[in-house]
């Protein structure tokens, strides 16, 4: 396939298989569909037609059945499709008899999501995490792929390493994929030492998190001003961003931006993106960002559960943040402790939203000056590894230290304690 000119919009034709077999996850539906074509959109294509077929199993050769297959190759013809995207994963046998039957190219979902992640990738760590995950998609797929292999170099569903011709060099793909895995270690490495000094300053760690379009990095924003482009696409953020937020005068934490989720999420992508994702491990709190104007609203929420019992430490206390809540009734909000109505936007519910973290962290924590006899100076190594440490002033009576730390290291250190 030529490579296209910036200007030309890729025109498609989408298809779902709605199999009684298939897993709640894995098979097609409308709402799925609406959602492949939104994807579509955010890789800068257009859907010309959507078809949606229901089987008990699919087809071993052409996934949707032959007759299905004509049909969707005269909507092709009609509508002048350069390409058809499948909602369900293909394997390269299937791949190869489609872009047979069909004349086109043919993509399934995890390429298209794989080919966006290409697009938004902006710094070298999402640049590694997007080339490890293509390349661990793309390696058990080459020897269907067939012709489909020559495309690779432009157009949707050709982005990241297609130059360096997959087919010839197994062994070269291999030996990438342990370089990539091994720089990503390397990233792990600085990370560990980072949230190593945060947990020795006991700065805790607040992640953002939703499915994909939510209103996360809005409300990294509006909380703060972060000034992280925020749009209405879908994986607008790949790239991690921290940022410390004062949530009371005795209370900062660090909130971190995460990548969106999304239902059927290449499982390549969640291993690629591990070194990312993995900061949701060590957080002490996640904020689920929730778009209350939704319709598949518990759906996706449902996802994104499923994906904090995998990657978030067990017990971490999650609040649900109900993002653009003015665009819904009130009555279709739940009330109740761990859930607060906002409007990332329009910084509707910010202080509730606040007191709802100070709730969950800062219940125990309390603003104390400590003055020190030098004879007493080693406790300075407790506060320093279990408190945090605001001010140190070295005076000719002792030490005086003002930190911020819960009640246990209070208790130990009382007697130290100035009267306010």
């Known amino acids: 396939m030529e490579v296209l000119e910036k200007h030309e919009i890729e025109k498609a034709v989408l298809v779902g298989l709605n199999a009684d077999c298939f897993k709640p996850e894995e098979t097609a539906t409308e709402a799925t569909l609406d959602e492949l074509e939104a994807l579509l959109e955010t890789a800068g294509g257009e859907c010309t037609a959507k078809v949606l077929q229901n089987k008990h199993s699919p087809d071993p050769h052409s996934f949707v059945g032959e007759g299905k297959v004509e049909e969707i190759k005269a909507l092709v013809e009609s509508t002048e499709a350069s390409m058809v995207i499948f909602d369900n994963d293909l394997s390269p046998s299937q791949i190869r008899a489609l872009e047979e039957l069909t004349g086109v190219t043919v993509l399934d979902r995890s390429a298209l999501i794989l080919d966006i992640f290409a697009q938004r990738a902006k710094t ?17 797929k080459l020897s269907g792929m067939g012709k489909s292999m020559s495309r690779l170099g432009g157009g ?48 805790p760690v607040v992640a953002i998190v939703g499915y994909t379009n939510a209103g996360k990095s809005t409300l990294l924003n509006q909380l703060t001003d972060a000034g992280i482009p925020a749009n209405n696409r879908l994986f607008d953020t790949l790239d991690t961003t921290t940022r410390s ?13 995460t990548v969106g989720f ?13 070194a990312t994702l993995e900061e949701l491990q060590y957080a002490d709190l996640l904020l689920h960002v929730i778009d209350a104007s939704d319709p598949d609203r518990e759906a996706h929420m449902a996802v994104v559960d499923r994906l904090i019992s995998q990657l978030a430490k067990p017990g971490v206390p999650v609040i649900c943040c109900y993002n653009k809540a003015d665009l819904v009734e009130k009555s279709e909000i739940p009330i109740g402790q761990g859930n607060v109505s906002i409007s990332a936007k329009h910084g509707f519910g910010m202080d509730a939203l606040l007191d709802a973290i100070n709730d969950a962290l800062g219940k125990t924590l309390r603003n104390v000056k400590f003055l020190f006899p030098y004879s007493a100076g080693g406790n300075l190594d407790l506060l320093h590894s279990q408190a945090q440490v605001v001010s140190t002033e070295y005076r000719a ?5 003002e930190a911020i730390c819960d009640e246990t290291i209070y208790g130990k250190l009382r007697q130290y304690a100035e009267e306010a």
Not at 124 to 140: K, T
Not at 397 to 401: A, L, W
């Open 124 to 140: 070298a760590e999402g640049r590694l995490q997007v080339e490890l995950a293509q390349y661990q998609y793309l390696l058990p």
């Open 397 to 401: 009576e002792g030490i005086f230290i």
């Open 262 to 274: 999304i239902s059927k999420l290449p499982h390549h992508l969640v291993e690629a993106f591990k």
């Open 245 to 257: 937020l004062a949530v009371t005068d005795q209370l900062t934490v660090l909130l971190s931006d």
């Open 156 to 203: 949707i569903g050709t982005r990241g390493p297609g130059e360096t011709k997959l087919e010839t060099d197994r062994r070269h793909i291999r030996e990438r994929i342990t370089r990539l895995k091994e720089q990503l270690e390397d990233v792990r490495k600085v990370r560990a030492v980072q949230r190593e000094r945060r947990i020795k300053n006991s700065v």
